[in-house]
Structure formats: structure tokens, C-alpha cells
């Protein structure tokens, strides 16, 4: 009898889980033109999950933090209870710029007079370091002092991370005058050309692992951001993809530029599923400005943790050809940030990219859905919201893994 309690338990406990009801959320963004729509009801909207149809249970109208209006088939204090509106914010920006210009500074500023608040949570991606925002400095410094230091940090990262990038291209230049060299005094062989292509290869990996965003980054990102509670924020902030290509002759071409271009690129799919999964509301504004400003630096107010992240100076020798890579990744990005239900911006001015990017994050519907028949398969379920009758624009998360 106690041999059959002990093996029955397992099965008790998958029949158990197996039972166990799910709610899922779906923060949903409806605009006419640039104006977000405030004045629907939950009867106004439709759910589907993998193409049928689903009970909307209930439907909460946020603004900033604060929920302004509540729809649902229950007692309003038990399906808050129910469904848990978690409405705290976490904000996270990635800077992936090789360049510092004013206008990037103007919208440091935007974010923290206008946006960032006591309660909020912040991290912050430089081209070089990693930085917490430690909420105690609300009592210590005014916003502007805030703003103004960690502007002075970005300059300061963005200069030594392109240090390190100027550095790797002298290196490059070395290395064809090597080749250069060789190629006259001696008749270069295969062995030249084949230490020339290992140098090379060498500075590629070097350049590589300054980035940041690879699949296996981002991916691990959007992990780390699953586990947060409340509403997850992301602003990338990126620039140019410039790339050093040698300068060789045809009958010695250096192949690795094909693989970094595709150490570049990943799975966009997972990718998407990913953030999907995750509830991130990401936001993409590439940065298309082009000119050099150096400033210097100063210390305080944010915590430093990890380097990541990378950057690039605009610095061609007579042996190298700095070749543009963005048109790839803009447009895998663009599709992982609409599809978790993120904005996309292409401008000179990062400071009005950014505050229609807040402006497009900070209202918007959380609606709450019972699948049925849900298993925890580990697949991916796709989400489609609609609203009745009605020709508007929806941004929404594809779906989530079940899981």
C-alpha cells in the first residue's frame, strides 16, 4: 500500500498541474493616426489564440501607472485579486552608439525630467558598462543633476569604447601594410595570405565580442526581463552598423566579413517569440545623425556592473573600406520590435523619437484571457486582438510560449 501511495503521487501532481487555470495578459496600444483611442470598453475588443476565438474576462485602461478604468465579468476588488494588473514600470536603455551628439543629451534629459519617476526601475546600456539607477539619489539631487551626470557617463563610455574600436581598425591598417610589404619584397604565397587571413580573423572575433546585441544576448535579455514584474520598457537607441573590409587583391579575397555578417544576423523568429514571451514593450529608434563630438567626464549617482555592449569610430585607412551593415539588422530588429508590440523610429533627432516612443508606451489596454484547453506544451501561442467594427491601429505581443 505505501509502495502504491509513493508511485501514485507523481500522477496526482501532473493531474494537478494539468488543472491549473491560466490567465493571460495582453497589454494592447489602439491609435487613430498618432493619438491613442481611451474610450473603448471590453465589449469593443476580440481575442484569438492561435486563430480561435476567447472569453475577454476582464479589461483595465492604464495611463503612466494608474489604472483609469475597469471592465470585468466580477467584483471589482476580486478580479483585481484574480488577474493581478501588475502596473509598475522598469524601464531599460541601450545605447549602441559609436558617436555622442547634443540631441541624444536632450533626450537624457527628456527621460529624466519628464518621465523616469521615484517608483520606477531603471537600467541603463552604454556602449561599455552597464549601470542600476539607485532610487535614493531622488533625495539627494535634483533631476537635472541626475540627467547631467549620467550624460557625462555616456560621453565618457562612448569615448573609451570607441578607443577600443579605433585601436582594432590601426591594427587592421598594420596588418595590410604587412601584406603590402610582403607582397613586394617576397612573391607572397599561400602562407602570407593565410597569416594575413588569421589576423584578420582574430580582430573580427575582437569585434564581435564588443557587441552587444547577438541572438545569444538578446535572447538571455529577454529572459532576464520574463522575470521581472509589472510593465518592462526598452528603448534601443542605435546607430550605423560600420564594419573595417581589408582591401586585397582579387585573387586574395578575405572571406570572414561573411561571417561576421553573420554573426550579425539570428533567428528572428525566436527572437520574436522571445520578446513576445517576455511582455516586453520595446521601443527602436536608429539614430541617423553623422558627426564627432568629444567631451569629457565625471563620476556619481548610477551603480556600475558588467561591460557590454560596443561602438564604432568612422576611421579609414588607405588599406580599409568601412562598409555599412545596418540594412540587415534594421530590419530584423524592426520586425522583432513589432512583433512584441514596440514602435520603430528612423530619425536625426533622438530626442522627439524618444518622447513618441514614450508617448506610444505609456497608454494602454491590459486585457486578461482564459485559454481553453491550455497544456503547457512549451509552444509558442499566437495572440491576435481586434476591435469591433472599427479601422484602427493595434500593437499588441504575438503571443507567448506555453509553458
Same mark, same amino acid.
Given at each position: 500500500?505505501?509502495?502504491?501511495?509513493?508511485?501514485?503521487?507523481? *500522477?496526482?501532481?501532473? +493531474?494537478?498541474?494539468?488543472?491549473?487555470?491560466?490567465?493571460? #495578459?495582453?497589454?494592447?496600444?489602439?491609435?487613430?493616426?498618432?493619438?491613442?483611442?481611451?474610450?473603448? %470598453?471590453? #465589449?469593443?475588443? @476580440?481575442?484569438? @489564440?492561435?486563430?480561435?476565438?476567447?472569453?475577454?474576462?476582464?479589461?483595465?485602461? $492604464?495611463?503612466?501607472?494608474?489604472?483609469?478604468?475597469?471592465?470585468?465579468?466580477?467584483?471589482?476588488?476580486?478580479?483585481?485579486k484574480?488577474?493581478?494588473?501588475?502596473?509598475?514600470?522598469?524601464?531599460?536603455?541601450?545605447?549602441?552608439?559609436? @558617436?555622442?551628439?547634443?540631441n541624444?543629451?536632450?533626450?537624457?534629459?527628456?527621460?529624466?525630467?519628464?518621465?523616469?519617476?521615484?517608483?520606477? %526601475? !531603471?537600467? =541603463?546600456?552604454?556602449? &561599455?558598462?552597464?549601470?542600476?539607477?539607485?532610487? /535614493?539619489?531622488?533625495?539627494?539631487?535634483?533631476?537635472?543633476? =541626475?540627467?547631467?551626470?549620467?550624460k557625462?557617463? *555616456?560621453?565618457?563610455? $562612448?569615448?573609451?569604447?570607441?578607443?577600443?574600436?579605433?585601436?582594432?581598425?590601426?591594427? !587592421?591598417?598594420?596588418?595590410?601594410?604587412?601584406?603590402?610589404?610582403?607582397?613586394?619584397?617576397?612573391?607572397?604565397?599561400?602562407?602570407?595570405?593565410?597569416?594575413?587571413?588569421?589576423?584578420?580573423?582574430? /580582430?573580427?572575433?575582437? +569585434?564581435?565580442?564588443?557587441?552587444?546585441?547577438?541572438?545569444?544576448? *538578446?535572447?538571455?535579455?529577454?529572459?532576464?526581463?520574463?522575470?521581472? #514584474?509589472?510593465?518592462?520598457?526598452?528603448?534601443?537607441?542605435h546607430?550605423?552598423?560600420?564594419?573595417?573590409?581589408?582591401?586585397?587583391?582579387?585573387?586574395?579575397? $578575405?572571406?570572414?566579413?561573411?561571417?561576421?555578417?553573420?554573426?550579425?544576423?539570428?533567428?528572428?523568429e525566436?527572437?520574436?517569440?522571445?520578446?513576445?514571451?517576455?511582455?516586453?514593450?520595446?521601443?527602436?529608434?536608429?539614430? %541617423?545623425? %553623422? &558627426?564627432?563630438?568629444?567631451?569629457?567626464?565625471?563620476?556619481? /549617482?548610477?551603480v556600475?556592473?558588467?561591460? +557590454?555592449?560596443?561602438?564604432?569610430? =568612422?576611421?579609414?585607412?588607405t588599406?580599409?573600406?568601412?562598409?555599412?551593415?545596418s540594412?540587415?539588422?534594421?530590419? &530584423?530588429?524592426?520586425?522583432?520590435?513589432?512583433?512584441?508590440?514596440?514602435?520603430?523610429?528612423s &530619425?536625426?533627432?533622438?530626442?522627439?523619437?524618444?518622447?513618441?516612443?514614450?508617448?506610444?508606451?505609456?497608454?494602454?489596454?491590459?486585457?486578461?484571457?482564459?485559454?481553453?484547453?491550455?497544456?503547457?506544451?512549451g509552444?509558442?501561442? #499566437?495572440?491576435?486582438?481586434?476591435?469591433?467594427?472599427?479601422?484602427?491601429?493595434?500593437?499588441?505581443?504575438?503571443?507567448? $510560449?506555453?509553458?
Amino acid at each position: 500500500m505505501l509502495a502504491a501511495a509513493l508511485t501514485a503521487a507523481p *500522477l496526482a501532481q501532473e +493531474l494537478q498541474h494539468e488543472a491549473v487555470a491560466v490567465n493571460v #495578459e495582453v497589454p494592447v496600444r489602439v491609435f487613430k493616426g498618432d493619438t491613442f483611442i481611451d474610450n473603448l %470598453t471590453l #465589449e469593443d475588443f @476580440e481575442i484569438y @489564440e492561435d486563430g480561435k476565438p476567447q472569453k475577454i474576462e476582464a479589461m483595465y485602461l $492604464i495611463k503612466k501607472t494608474g489604472i483609469k478604468r475597469e471592465e470585468a465579468d466580477m467584483d471589482e476588488e476580486e478580479a483585481r485579486k484574480k488577474f493581478l494588473p501588475q502596473v509598475s514600470r522598469n524601464f531599460v536603455l541601450l545605447f549602441e552608439l559609436h @558617436e555622442y551628439f547634443p540631441n541624444v543629451g536632450k533626450a537624457v534629459e527628456y527621460f529624466f525630467t519628464d518621465v523616469l519617476q521615484p517608483e520606477d %526601475t !531603471l537600467m =541603463i546600456i552604454t556602449p &561599455s558598462k552597464t549601470y542600476k539607477f539607485n532610487n /535614493i539619489a531622488w533625495d539627494m539631487f535634483t533631476r537635472k543633476e =541626475i540627467a547631467e551626470d549620467f550624460k557625462e557617463k *555616456l560621453r565618457k563610455d $562612448i569615448k573609451i569604447s570607441s578607443a577600443v574600436y579605433r585601436s582594432l581598425v590601426k591594427d !587592421l591598417e598594420n596588418i595590410m601594410m604587412f601584406y603590402q610589404t610582403s607582397k613586394e619584397q617576397l612573391a607572397h604565397g599561400d602562407d602570407t595570405v593565410n597569416m594575413v587571413r588569421m589576423m584578420y580573423s582574430n /580582430i573580427l572575433t575582437k +569585434l564581435r565580442n564588443l557587441r552587444h546585441i547577438d541572438e545569444k544576448k *538578446l535572447l538571455d535579455f529577454a529572459n532576464l526581463l520574463k522575470e521581472m #514584474e509589472g510593465q518592462k520598457y526598452v528603448f534601443f537607441f542605435h546607430q550605423k552598423l560600420i564594419v573595417p573590409l581589408l582591401k586585397f587583391s582579387q585573387d586574395y579575397q $578575405i572571406e570572414d566579413l561573411e561571417d561576421f555578417e553573420a554573426f550579425l544576423s539570428f533567428d528572428v523568429e525566436k527572437a520574436k517569440m522571445a520578446f513576445s514571451d517576455s511582455s516586453i514593450s520595446p521601443h527602436f529608434i536608429f539614430f %541617423t545623425k %553623422t &558627426s564627432r563630438l568629444d567631451v569629457d567626464n565625471r563620476d556619481e /549617482i548610477f551603480v556600475t556592473s558588467t561591460n +557590454l555592449l560596443d561602438t564604432r569610430a =568612422i576611421d579609414t585607412g588607405t588599406h580599409i573600406e568601412m562598409q555599412d551593415l545596418s540594412g540587415s539588422f534594421y530590419d &530584423s530588429f524592426k520586425e522583432i520590435v513589432q512583433a512584441a508590440g514596440g514602435t520603430v523610429d528612423s &530619425s536625426a533627432n533622438a530626442a522627439s523619437s524618444l518622447k513618441k516612443a514614450v508617448y506610444a508606451s505609456e497608454n494602454y489596454y491590459l486585457l486578461y484571457y482564459a485559454p481553453e484547453d491550455y497544456k503547457a506544451d512549451g509552444k509558442f501561442r #499566437e495572440i491576435k486582438v481586434k476591435v469591433k467594427n472599427r479601422n484602427y491601429r493595434i500593437s499588441h505581443r504575438a503571443g507567448y $510560449i506555453a509553458d
